[in-house]
């Protein structure tokens, strides 16, 4: 893939996400006055451009582009990013449907309940893991899978969730 035809996919994925977020009426960001939310203020959470669920973003993007340099190794790092972007724009569309919410058994009356991203944090969480990709992409294979390893720790032991933790708790709701 060109790196035209990688912008063209990348540009084509962002505004069908911001599309999808506008039918959802998901708000643009969060007129709180903050950037990044610390696990502490969770109403802020996905609300702001960048919270502790971002470095998530990062990991996928980065082990994502380790397992397509294996499957595909001739592709350019624009092929590589477009991929991400493409597989992040569909994780954003599926975890912020209705029903992926509900499926988490939130109580809507809770203020600190998760009702879905904004724009802007749907946006920074692709960016990252655009990111993990292309910082993982020269490094090698080990000290990715540990650069991994220390942030899954972290975030489980920092905000008690993780990829891990998440998905038990997924595969628990689920009837």
């Known amino acids: 893939m060109s790196r035209r035809v990688a912008v063209i996919v990348i540009v084509a994925a962002t505004l069908l996400k911001l599309a999808f977020f506008a039918v959802l009426d998901r708000p643009w960001g969060c007129d709180c006055g903050q950037i990044w939310a610390m696990p502490d203020n969770p109403s802020v959470n996905s609300r702001v451009m960048l919270d502790p669920y971002t470095l998530m973003h990062l990991v996928t993007g980065a082990l994502l582009v380790l397992l397509l340099t294996r499957l595909r190794p001739r592709w350019s790092l624009w092929a590589l990013v477009a991929t991400v972007v493409i597989s992040s724009t569909v994780w954003e569309l599926v975890e912020n449907l209705p029903a992926s919410i509900d499926l988490f058994g939130y109580d809507p009356g809770d203020p600190l309940a998760y009702r879905g991203d904004s724009r802007l944090n749907a946006l920074a969480d692709t960016a990252a893991a655009?990111?993990?990709?292309?910082?993982?992409?020269?490094?090698?294979?080990?000290?990715?899978?540990?650069?991994?390893?220390?942030?899954?720790?972290?975030?489980?032991?920092?905000?008690?969730?993780?990829?891990?933790?998440?998905t038990l708790r997924a595969v628990l709701a689920l009837p």
């Open 130 to 166: 655009a990111l993990g990709a292309v910082l993982a992409r020269p490094l090698p294979l080990w000290l990715v899978l540990a650069a991994v390893a220390a942030i899954e720790l972290g975030l489980s032991l920092w905000i008690g969730d993780g990829f891990v933790i998440a």
